[in-house]
């Protein structure tokens, strides 16, 4: 478990991470506690953001001008900061996502040719 | 993007309530809430878990139970974490841990040394007003000398500024009588001593002043140590009379343990009274001088008023003994505590001097690790900032981080120090008055243990709480890889480091030096193989010619026993401590004024001495056993003496006398190397040998000599064989002292040696410290500069450069402080003066040798981080960004 965590937390770091986040943000603005909760279910609890992570990256993304953060008041609730895509951020999601695809494909190609 | 802590700030409140509401809604209790939702901070510490707490201190929304959960922030938890950092990080941890405690324990064991001995009051009822009254001979440059028994009664019936004054004399005695004879350290004493110095008696009586009248029964006291050692702690010894010196004496009293009456270095054994009678009063004795004077001030008389009263005591003598003093006669009176520690000061106050430098690299190098270590956790701290954690308990858990290296540091050092003062003392030659006084000093200790977690605190905490209130987003920037003012200050640190260092260590460089130098003297004589002992027979037993007889035939004796080339006898021993001017007339100038009389070493010797120590011989011949009572007077001289008064003529053949009234002719029949006589850095004396068996007047009576034996072999074993002989002599008569020459030489060296070993070990000690901040602040920017290094060498810098970049940045710092330190030794050796030997204090080899030695070290310091940072492959590098 321990070991997991270590290895998803480098993954994490080397960029998956924020493919995560914009993928999540792909179709509709969220919050923050809503973006966790969807990696978590989402991964059947695999993948877990620590509050102290998530945040301070979500600043880093909009700092780049990929995503945008935007306080939203509804009546009987407390303002939430939801987040967008933004079209930068479109153009990143759509590379990241296809040099996903190449990496994750090229191990699938050498873990079938060892197992088969 | 303004305010974004503020923004971050709350989104993650939200998070959390959120977080907590949704668990409560599933049907968890609030313990398991909170719980849950502090894992989810995951920031490892309790710390963090308040941040919940103070968020919803400041929210907009009333606070929830959760809040008050968080509250419970505790001290076992600041601490287990402070544990777990530190654990986290042993590198750091050990580095700090060990300079503290080097530092804490070096410190306090020199501090306690110092107070001991310089700084603590003298022992004694009142010392500070506990004085010491010289006599001074102008006329003959003779200061600080002791007085006769007549000047000392003058001084006690003539002054008024004294509530008490007394006056003694060391002295030796051989007790017989009680198993086997040996000879006793002792002192003769006046009767008011005793409560002069506070010494009181375990049993019996102290001496009174009614023992030192004449005709009363001779009476002595025994200290503790020697009542259980000879006597067996008997109490029935009051009373018993015992043979000193051949006499039979009543023991009247024995000194508490621990009474402390050493005035130099040797506790005395047996105190006897002075017998204050006619002859000692008389005309004829009143140069006689023997005795040192000791008094004790009135309330509210100070030095200066005394020396203003003995003044006039002084003026009365010259006034009413015009003969006596015809070259004048003057006092000094000096308080006791300086007058003792005359000679021991300086050494002393140099090591501490060393060692307070120390204490200050090491505070310079444990501020420089926390402030590298306070900057690499500022994301950390600007996180719990951000998340609502109050300065005040970001503060709270580094200081307890702080203390915690403090206490453990301290602890140690405490450790230290208390092995380190029992080495001191261990290591100390025996000659350092007071050395019996040194403990561990619980102040000493209390405060450099506050100083250095002072350090800790203030270089600690201060930066972190810096770095709580600086912007957020700078600290989160992963780019962002400057924090300037602590930069400077780092940078500072190592530059005052390697300034102070060099500084000791051109300090040591002095010492060693000299001290090489020094064993490079030759003594002028052959200390090897040459066994040494003192033998005083009694006067009571042995006249004069009984004397002569016991010498020869101790000589005859020893010269047969196998592997023993030559034997011989000489009063006053180089090496020995003992020695002893007289004045003397030149045949040429019987009349010569005052200031011109000669006053020079005067040593007895018995034949073949000159041979048996190996001391040339320039012209002439030596003592013979030809010499005796009946034939012609001889002499021999050493060069210095030949110099200082016949420059221009052949010695051989000149006279001179003792006595100017009847002149008894001394020839002068042979010349002499020069010999160093009481350390090797004492310039050389003039000397004049006279013959044991032709004694300078009427009624000489027997006199302690120190036998020489050299030896075909080591000379040690030759001890048996000694004490066998003198045995078979006289069974009563001890001998005492006795050493080879060359521990005695070495013996004088004490004090250097130990001086120039601790320096050597600060020194040591310095550089070492300073080199880890060397390395340190390198190191540092290193890793600061790992992004830049990465693109240089991928932009295809040579590595070569890219070292000698960083290495040039190190050596900045190192070639500052090495400029700093030259200027500061500069001045700082001056103090060294009275220390070095053969070189001057500024010794241009010394500074040159050990400024290049410091600045190799900081090379090796800067290259080893920077060959770390050129090996890195230029893709991580840039992939850690």
Sequence with gaps: MQHNNAMLDRELKKGSAELLILSLLEN????????????????????????????????????????????????????????KLTAAGAGVLASQRNTWRDFVEAINRITRVEHA | MPDWGRSVNEEMQQHLDDRYDELRAAGASHEEAVRATRAELDLDEPAESRKGADVRERSTRPASAAAVAFGVGDVVGDLRYAVRGLGKNPLFATTVVATLALAIGATAAIFSVVNAIVLRPLPYPDA???????????????????????????????????????????????????????????????GSLFPLVGARTAIGRVLQDADNQPGRARVAVLSHAVWQRRFGGDPGVVGRLVALEGQLTEIVGVLRPGT???????????????????????????????????????????IAQAQEAMNHVADSLVRDYPSHYRGGFTTTVRNLKGDILSDTTAGLYLLLGAVSLVLAIACANIAGLLLVRAHARRKEIAIRAALGARRSRIGRQLLTESLVVSTIGGGVGLALAFWAVKALVALAPADIPRLHEVALDGRVVAFTAALSMLTGIVFGVAPALQASRADLTEALKEGSRTIAGGHRVRRALVVAEVALSL???????????????????????????????????????????????????????????????????IDALPFSGYGGDRSFFLEA?????????????????????????????????????????????????????????????????????????????????????????????????????????????????????????????????????????????DPDQPISSVRTMEDRIGESLGRRRFNTLLLSLFAALAVTLAAIGIYGIVAFAVAERTHEIGVRLALGARPRHVLA?????????????????????????????????????????TFAVVTIALALVGCCACLVPARRAIMLDPVTTLRAE
């Design chain 1, 28 to 83: 509709e603005p969220r919050h923050g506690y809503d973006l966790s909760k969807l990696i978590e279910t989402r991964s059947g609890g695999l993948l877990k953001f620590r509050v102290a992570s998530l945040y301070p990256l979500l600043y880093r993304l909009e700092h780049r001008g990929w995503i945008q953060g935007r306080w939203v008041e509804k009546a009987g609730q407390r303002r939430r900061r939801y987040y």
């Design chain 2, 128 to 190: 500070d007003r506990l004085v010491v009254v010289w006599g001074n001979l102008p006329s003959i440059h003779l200061q600080d000398i002791v007085v006769s028994g007549a000047e000392y009664v003058d001084f006690r019936d003539r002054s008024r500024v004294f509530d008490a004054i007394g006056a003694y004399d060391p002295a030796a005695f051989n007790l017989t009588g009680q198993g086997e004879a040996e000879r006793l350290n002792g002192v003769v004493v006046t």
């Design chain 2, 260 to 302: 402390v009456f050493a005035f130099g270095e040797n506790e005395p054994d047996v105190w006897m009274p002075i017998v204050i009678d006619a002859e000692l009063l008389s005309d004829n004795n009143r140069g006689s001088r023997t005795y040192t004077v000791l008094a004790r001030l009135k309330p509210g008389v100070t």
């Design chain 2, 503 to 569: 500084v000791v260590l051109i300090g040591a460089g002095l010492l060693i030096n000299s001290f090489a130098r020094l064993q490079d003297v030759a003594p002028g004589f052959d200390p090897s193989h040459l066994l040494t002992f003192r033998l005083a027979p009694s006067t009571a037993k042995y006249t004069f010619e009984k004397s002569e007889q016991l010498y020869a035939d101790v000589f005859s004796q020893l010269a047969s026993k196998p592997g023993v080339e030559a034997v011989a006898a």
């Design chain 2, 589 to 729: 100038k019987l009349n010569p004024p005052p200031s011109e009389k000669p006053d020079e070493q005067v040593r007895f010797v018995s034949a073949g001495y000159f041979s048996a120590m190996r001391i040339p011989l320039r012209v002439g011949r030596e003592v013979t056993p030809r010499d005796t009572l009946r034939s012609p007077r001889v002499a021999v001289v050493n060069e210095a003496l030949a110099n200082k008064y016949w420059p221009h003529e052949d010695p051989i053949g000149k006279r001179v006398a003792f006595d100017r009234q009847e002149p008894a002719w001394y020839e002068v029949v042979g010349v002499a190397g020069n010999i160093r006589h009481r350390t090797l850095d004492a310039a050389e004396k003039p000397e004049l040998y006279v013959p044991y068996s032709q004694p300078l007047f009427q009624g000489w009576t027997a006199r302690p000599m120190f036998i020489v034996v050299r030896t075909s072999f080591q000379p040690t074993s030759a001890a048996g064989a000694v004490r066998e002989v003198v045995a078979s002599i």
């Design chain 2, 805 to 845: 970049m960083i290495v040039a940045d190190g050596m900045a710092l190192v070639l500052a402080g090495t400029a700093l330190g030259l200027a500061g030794a500069a001045a700082a050796t001056r103090v060294m003066a009275s220390q070095v030997f053969g070189i001057s204090a500024t010794d241009a080899a």
